[in-house]
């Protein structure tokens, strides 16, 4: 089955730091996401991509977060500068359709980078 | 908003024992429910998913209804293995409004099976 990548499956920084973390997701699918988990909560939406723009956002996801295509393959989310409660499993996800309603259609999902601030 | 809260773990279980992880969600109209699975070092995959009232989903010996008298689709399995092993998330999202990929998960259930 296809894959959706992440990397690196571990980031550790300094608080203030920028950090970039990369998703490559399946080559047909058009809808990216990324969703994040901090330790001992639940899995939250932060973002939804399609067409090069930002489809809908969570209150999370303020202006320290941008997400980027830069180059037709990659997803990338970009922290600019990162606090101790940044700290999470980010996990990034891709669609061929739009939503997971009765169609069928499903999100793929990576393994997740582990983002440490210190 | 959309909630779903799910049993906490983790649960340990021998191989071959009987699985309920219990999920109850709270949701306006009729959302679409789901459980996703990762296994160690893996990301979230879906196991299965129920798009209506009294739907079973079911997968890989897995199977959960969807009753919306109780709110709730606890995810079952018969006889569980070691290769079960893993983090089950109950989810959901809503089936009106246009944010149907927008996923709202439960915290998660670490299930260990032992040989």
């Known amino acids: 089955e296809p894959e959706v990548t992440q990397t690196p499956s571990h980031q550790v920084t300094q608080m203030g730091q920028e950090v970039i973390l990369r998703c490559v997701p399946i080559?047909?699918?058009?809808?990216f996401y990324w969703y994040r988990q901090i330790l001992g909560q639940k899995v939250e939406f932060l973002v939804s991509?399609?067409?090069?723009?930002?489809?809908?956002k969570s209150e999370i996801f303020d202006d320290q977060f941008s997400v980027e295509r830069p180059d037709g393959s990659n997803f990338t989310l970009k922290i600019r500068s990162t606090k101790l409660e940044d700290s999470a499993m980010y996990f990034c996800?891709?669609?061929?359709?739009?939503?997971?309603?009765?169609?069928?259609?499903?999100?793929?999902f990576g393994s997740g980078t582990q983002l440490s601030v210190l | 908003g959309d909630s779903v809260t799910q049993m906490e773990g983790p649960v340990t279980l021998s191989e071959e024992a009987f699985l309920t992880i219990n999920c109850t969600y709270t949701?306006?109209?009729?959302?679409?429910l789901f459980w996703y699975v990762q296994y160690p070092g893996e990301g979230l995959q879906l196991l299965l998913k129920a798009t209506k009232a009294d739907d079973k989903g079911s997968n890989k010996g897995f199977e959960a209804t969807y009753r919306k008298e109780t709110t709730s689709f606890h995810l079952e399995k018969g006889s569980v293995q070691v290769s079960d092993s893993a983090v089950y998330f109950c989810a959901l999202t809503p089936n009106s409004g246009g944010s149907n990929y927008k996923l709202t998960f439960g915290k998660g259930t670490l299930l260990t099976v032992n040989p």
């Open positions: 949701a306006t109209g009729y959302p679409s």
């Open positions: 080559s047909n699918h058009l809808y």
């Open positions: 991509f399609y067409n090069n723009e930002i489809s809908e």
């Open positions: 996800a891709s669609s061929e359709y739009r939503g997971t309603g009765g169609r069928g259609e499903k999100l793929f």
